[in-house]
């Protein structure tokens, strides 16, 4: 892809999420080393999160279960995110799963756009107890991939091949416009750490497991 001057990268920021970031902020650099890039934080990375060269913006919003609240976070979002872009005006904008795909969709500027979708929605119902809920979500879920993701998404892919089937089958997702790409992982930084001292965990590997 030629012509990247400028990437944004929206992220959620929980759990996994961070290092995730972290990796991807790591090949953008490698890959287009002119460009500047942004991350966009929706909730917080956590306290490990290390990137240089790159400006990264915490939204810090309150992650909820509760439907209501989670319509406040997202018209939130939509507001501060679409400003950053108009500023920013990037070349290429993306997301790392939901919330922050719809965020990246509903703000998209005149930038292509790339969705990457982390896993299964299948037992969405778990989150809180409720088939209702699981049921209802799934629902609109599969409206917003069918009218939103599969026509104005440029690139779109999934963590493994269960995700991807998944996605096709129950919610519409375009396959023509899917890949699967694998988690990446950053060689260099492996190879930097791997003969690192491992501190106050070194005795775990004492032990044959």
Known sequence: MTGVNRIVLIVGGIGGETTEAYIYTKIFQKIFPKAKIKLIVLYKLNKYFNAKEIEVLEIGSIRSLNPIKKLGNLFKWIQVVKSIKKNFNPDLSISLGDPSNLVNILTQH???????????????????????????????????????????????TCINRYAFDDYVKRFGLKPKKSKVIYNPIYLEEIKKLKDEPLGEYEPIYNYPV
């Open 110 to 156: 005149n930038e292509k756009i790339y969705l990457r979708f982390s896993g299964s929605l299948k037992f969405i119902h778990l989150y809180q107890d409720s088939k209702l809920y699981g049921f209802v979500y799934r629902f609109l879920y599969s409206l917003v991939i069918r009218f939103l993701y599969n026509r104005r998404a440029n690139y779109i």
